[in-house]
């Protein structure tokens, strides 16, 4: 039965991996989206901004005494003049006279635009300093001089309008002053009258005296009154009520009384006409202050208007920019880089994410669950070896890859069991084109020089190529001893290499299956047994033919050899189900064709752990 894929945590050792592995994607995106970037930056049209900086004061000239005529001293109320002000500078209007502006001063280039006022408010440029009273009014422009001169016209251009616009509401107010001063006039003129006809009618010199004079006179009636009365009193403790002296008295008292009241009702009187003529008299005062007033002020914007005044002044006019405001060419590249950096690590995450084949060990310990016997690193670095690669081991005795073969011996003579020795050996991958044949060569090689007598068979009859890369001339091979045709001395050839014998395939057969399940293959390889100390053979792919799970049945044991990056896992995992389904004992897998630059550390602690046993 199939073993179960075994999955563990992801580390950032694994991210790592990844990222190292398709470091070449990332660099080729980080340099293509880099020049990308650079030559768009330099193709782009430099611009230039330069501004005006203008002072923005709270409150503009007092024209007229109306609270509404005054800005808003809340900062609130600042904001909203501030915003309406650059809403005037954004404004079609302000554009159209900076146009004529420009116009006048020879400078026509808007002038001939289609929309001119679109053509200049697409380079006006207007922000507020925040926690100051500044405002920038500036202008982007391909010529730098032109930038200049027109973010100074539009500042010069506004801020005539915004005098026009001072001088306007001055010759208004004076109007409106002139026309209440008139009305004011009118109606002083009809209280004087009113006052001087109360006069003349009441024939009235000085209230206030006659007032005092009446006032006078009643306070000596009733002194009168008292003194009679304190006199009758006196005699009527001697007369009676009808004595002429009584009498007397009485009609006395009632004549004081009489005058009491005339003079009250007289004093009465004269208080009614005080209060009329306070009241005309009121009016009158009232109506010279306004008028008083109002003379005033139409004097005051008088000269207002003279003097033109305005609450906005310019503190630095704009100048000639001497470097482009865009492109930024420094921080666009640098962005480019950093796109084109982070789009090829999302690029190499997601090829990986589709990614299904086999390229590490823990790959094979994690989908696979077979014991790894080790890797064997890329030969593309090995310039020297060129055609050679199929016999490193003896080419190049001190290379990676030689290295590589001898630590991947050392594993397989300490995964035998006493009781069962590999002798025979079958070397098979899943598919073609996976290195099986070049591993059971130098496999071969170094077995052999390690002391041991060893035969390496080519038992893939349909695509030999063992011989060429031995450099062995073999008339006759292994189909010659299946058909009976040959003997073991006959096929078996010596090699260059001291210990390693040979078999070839032989004649290509019609039927290699049919000769492998005769008894002559399990008895031949019982006598080389007896002949040699250790048999690797070379099978075709176990999907493609029958003929390895025919052998795999009747060898000690089986390895897989596994490309790296090239197979997809389930023909990997089709493969082991195949060697299972023959009852084959598999004692690991190679994993070769590795780019050890890519990958983790683990493959050399494999190489020098294995290399420590072999010494002991």
Not at 239 to 264: A, G, N, V
Request: hydrophobic share 40%; aromatic share 8%; glycine share 4%.
């Amino acid at each position: 039965m199939l073993p179960t894929p075994q999955f563990r945590d992801v580390t950032i050792k694994d991210y790592a991996i990844v990222l190292k592995r398709r470091v070449w994607l990332i660099l080729a995106c980080f340099i293509i989206s880099t020049t990308w970037s650079a030559i768009k930056t330099f193709q782009k049209t430099p611009l230039y901004k330069t501004s005006c900086k203008v002072l923005m004061g709270t409150s503009r000239p007092d024209i007229v005494p109306v609270k509404e005529t005054n800005l808003d001293r809340s900062w609130v109320g600042y904001m909203e003049y501030v915003n309406s002000q650059i809403k005037i500078l954004y404004s079609r209007t302000l554009a159209s006279k900076v146009v004529e502006y420009l116009s006048s001063i020879g400078d026509k280039t808007f002038a001939d635009a289609q929309d001119p006022e679109s053509a200049f408010l697409s380079g006006v440029s207007v922000d507020f300093v925040p926690g100051t009273q500044v405002l920038n009014i500036g202008y982007i422009s391909s010529d730098p001089v032109k930038a200049a001169r027109f973010a100074n016209a539009l500042t010069t251009t506004y801020i005539k309008a915004d005098l026009s616009k001072t001088s306007q509401v001055s010759s208004y107010a004076s109007d409106w002053l002139t026309q209440q001063l008139d009305e004011i006039k009118k109606k002083l003129e009809v209280s004087e009258k009113q006052l001087n006809d109360f006069i003349q009618e009441n024939q009235i010199i000085s209230l206030p005296d006659i007032e005092r004079k009446s006032q006078v006179i009643l306070d000596g009636l009733k002194s009168e009154r008292l003194r009679v009365e304190n006199e009758m009193a006196a005699l009527a403790t001697r007369y009676r009520p009808k004595h002429p002296s009584m009498l007397s008295l009485k009609t006395k008292l009632d004549s004081i009384d009489k005058s009491i009241q005339d003079e009250t009702n007289k004093l009465l009187a004269l208080n009614q006409k005080m209060i009329t003529y306070n009241s005309l008299k009121r009016e009158v005062d009232t109506n010279i202050s306004l008028y008083d007033a109002l003379l005033r002020r139409t004097k005051e914007t008088e000269v207002t208007k003279q003097l033109e005044t305005t609450n906005i002044s310019i503190i630095d006019s704009a100048d000639v920019p001497k470097y482009a405001f865009s492109p930024n060419r420094k921080r666009e590249i640098s962005l480019g880089a950093f796109l084109g950096f982070f789009a090829g690590i999302i690029l190499a995450f997601f090829l990986e994410y589709l990614d299904s084949t086999v390229k590490t060990a823990e790959d094979i310990e994690t989908y696979v669950r077979l014991p790894f016997l080790g890797y064997i690193p890329s030969a593309k670095h090995e310039i020297k070896l060129g055609k050679d690669i199929d016999i490193a081991s003896n080419k190049l005795p001190h290379s990676r890859i030689s290295e590589a073969y001898r630590s991947i011996r050392t594993s397989i003579i300490f995964s035998t069991p006493e009781d069962r020795p590999l002798k025979t050996l079958l070397i098979t991958s899943a598919s073609p084109q996976e290195g099986k044949t070049t591993v059971a060569i130098n496999l071969a090689i170094v077995f052999a020089k390690s002391n041991e007598k060893v035969l390496l068979i080519e038992a893939d009859m349909r695509r030999p190529r063992i011989s060429e890369s031995l450099g062995v001339k073999a008339q006759s091979g292994l189909s010659n001893l299946l058909t009976g045709n040959k003997g073991v001395d006959d096929v078996v050839n010596q090699t260059s290499v001291p210990n390693l014998y040979f078999i070839s395939s032989g004649p290509k057969p019609p039927n290699p299956a049919e000769l492998l399940t005769s008894v002559k293959t399990r008895n031949l390889l019982n006598e080389l047994r007896e002949r040699f100390d250790r048999i690797i053979i070379d099978s075709p792919p176990v999907i493609s033919v029958a003929d390895t799970a025919i052998l795999a049945n009747i060898v000690d044991g089986v390895i897989d050899v596994i490309r790296a990056g090239f197979l997809n896992i389930e023909l990997i995992l089709r493969g082991r189900q195949r060697l299972y389904e023959a009852k084959a004992r598999i004692i690991g897998v190679i994993l070769n064709n590795v780019n050890v630059k890519s990958e983790d550390s683990y493959y050399y602690y494999h190489y020098y752990y294995a290399d420590d046993k072999a010494k002991k």
